[in-house]
């Protein structure tokens, strides 16, 4: 299980990013736009992926990862619940939503180096 306070230590670490409520969740955003909710009282994230990033990580674990079951869900935004999924996994999940807001100057920080 991951805890809250490592969920919003690793999200504050990334380059640039705010924390501000949204709908009285706690929101992590850069420049302004939205990359991850934490809904602490369901104990689960909500991150905005690619579609590839989303069916890939949906299809490895998923009782801890699927979009969310609505319109949303098919821009991309996923559930990852907290309680069963790996750090490692949520780190990589986390990051690459960043990546998916973020300005390509900022997302080329966190990409793999070829």
């Known amino acids: 299980m991951v805890k809250p306070e490592f969920v919003h230590e690793f999200a504050a670490s990334l380059t640039a990013v705010t924390q501000s409520p949204h709908f ?8 302004n736009k939205i990359f991850m909710t934490h809904n602490l009282k369901e104990n689960r994230v909500c991150v905005r992926l ?23 869900g098919k821009y991309g935004w996923t559930l990852v619940s907290l309680k069963h999924v790996k750090k490692t ?26």
């Not at 690619?50 to 949303?72: G, L, Y």
């Not at 780190?91 to 997302?107: M, S």
């Open 24 to 31: 009285e969740k706690p929101s992590y955003r850069i420049k």
């Open 50 to 72: 690619s579609e590839v990033d989303q069916n890939v990580f949906s299809t490895t674990n998923k009782d801890a990862i699927r979009p969310v079951p609505n319109k949303w």
């Open 89 to 114: 996994v949520l780190k990589d999940i986390v990051t690459c939503a960043y990546c998916q807001v973020a300005p390509v100057e900022l997302a080329v920080l966190y990409q793999p180096k070829e």
